[in-house]
């Protein structure tokens, strides 16, 4: 009797067989197989499709999803497994309960927070995130593509009736060699329109998951916007890069001044609004929608902290050279313009770029500078982004906060 698998194919699994001796990282529970480890193909899997891994020797590994790129499966499962709803039930369950053991769900100071991180929670190619009542999907793969409307079924019910609507992300993040023609828009629950306010932290944010960028605010950032908050008080901060105005909102609570910028007028407007929701029609904050490059080149030396949060410099392994260059540029230039005695917050978001390669970058930007600077915090993610210990590419946020003599 054939299995009925979730995508909707009537089908056996197709059986992915490896080459001798490369089968040592699925061993290890990495969750990605790529081409050139493939000996043989037995079926004629689509993109999306359920497939089973074997070892040279017949032996099973592993459970995942098809793709006819470089990454040829993503593995959801290391045993072998029905991928029926009850089996995606509970994967959704046991993120769901991480976030609960872990503080992030219930948090009456936060209700703005991850509840599925992709191989972080077993389920490479799927994000979902939460904005109060309403939680905003993204699949990056065909197969939970395929799942979208059976996910969108079972959040409710795995949050306890927390989540109430379901917006799916989608159009912009799926592969789009698949030819799905995939269209945003509700899955599940009342339209809860296109943004709404939530709270981080106990400050206010006006996200709009339709139009913004991601899914519509930057979660990850949220422990380096509290440590900003430590180093604030007092101080002239810049926020380059600045978006909505995450950084700059907490660094409102007790800094002098705070000027953030953006190359997008939408992005900065949001920032204003931000601003305003948690501080009325405050002098000390002003925005600026301009190029962040030529807004440091010209700008005096008039802050004593500095956040450089760009967006990634490189998506793919063929850009980082190019990439690395990007950030030793930018990290010398806020270096040279920073007050003495200043704090500089700099990021990357590239998942190409390694936490040794982007500490080199900016060990070079400052010694180009001659200036004495000395490592305050090494940061990454939180804790709702978690890193699967066997995938270390899921650490993608890499953070430096620098004493500038």
Request: one cysteine or more; proline letters at 4%.
């Amino acid at each position: 009797m054939e299995k009925k698998f979730t995508n909707g194919n009537s089908m056996t699994p197709a059986r992915i067989t490896l080459k001798k001796g490369k089968d040592q990282s699925v061993r290890r529970y990495h969750p990605w197989i790529f081409s050139g480890a493939i000996a043989s193909r037995k079926g004629s899997p689509a993109e999306g499709d359920v497939v089973e891994v074997y070892a040279s020797d017949d032996t099973y590994l592993a459970t995942g999803h098809w793709s006819p790129g470089s990454i040829a499966v993503r593995i959801f499962s290391f045993t072998r497994c029905e991928p029926d709803r009850e089996f995606f039930r509970k994967k959704l369950a046991d993120a769901m309960q991480f976030r609960i053991n872990t503080g992030f769900a219930g948090s009456d100071a936060t209700d703005v927070w991850r509840l599925v991180h992709g191989e972080g929670d077993g389920l490479p190619g799927l994000i979902i995130d939460i904005y109060g009542s309403v939680a905003v999907m993204q699949a990056h793969t065909a197969g939970f593509w395929h799942l979208r409307e059976m996910i969108a079924e079972l959040l409710p019910e795995i949050t306890n009736g927390l989540v109430k609507s379901v917006y799916n992300k989608s159009e912009g993040t799926v592969p789009f060699m698949a030819r799905l023609e995939p269209v945003n828009g509700y899955l599940a629950g009342d339209n809860a329109g296109s943004s709404a306010v939530v709270k981080e932290n106990g400050f206010k944010f006006k996200v709009d998951w339709e139009k913004g960028q991601k899914t519509g605010f930057f979660i990850d950032q949220r422990d380096n916007r509290s440590l900003l908050r430590q180093y604030s008080k007092g101080r002239s901060v810049l926020n380059m890069f600045g978006y909505t105005g995450g950084f700059s909102v907490y660094a409102m609570s007790n800094a002098s001044v705070v000027h953030t910028v953006d190359s997008s007028a939408s992005a900065t407007t949001m920032a204003n609004e931000n601003v305003s929701l948690n501080f009325g029609d405050d002098p000390r904050h002003r925005s600026f929608a301009t190029d962040a490059f030529r807004f440091l080149a010209e700008m005096k030396s008039e802050y004593d902290l500095i956040v450089l949060d760009p967006p990634a410099f490189a998506k793919h392994q063929t850009a980082l050279d190019q990439a690395l260059q990007g950030y030793r540029r930018l990290n010398a230039i806020a270096l040279q313009k920073i007050k003495p005695g200043g704090i500089l917050f700099t990021f990357s978001c590239s998942q190409v770029v390694s936490r040794d390669d982007f500490r080199r970058s900016v060990f070079v930007a400052s010694a180009n500078t001659g200036r004495n600077v000395r490592i305050l915090h090494q940061t990454g993610q939180p804790a709702d982004h978690p890193v699967n210990i066997y995938h270390p590419e899921s650490e993608y946020l890499k953070g430096l906060v620098l004493y500038v003599e």
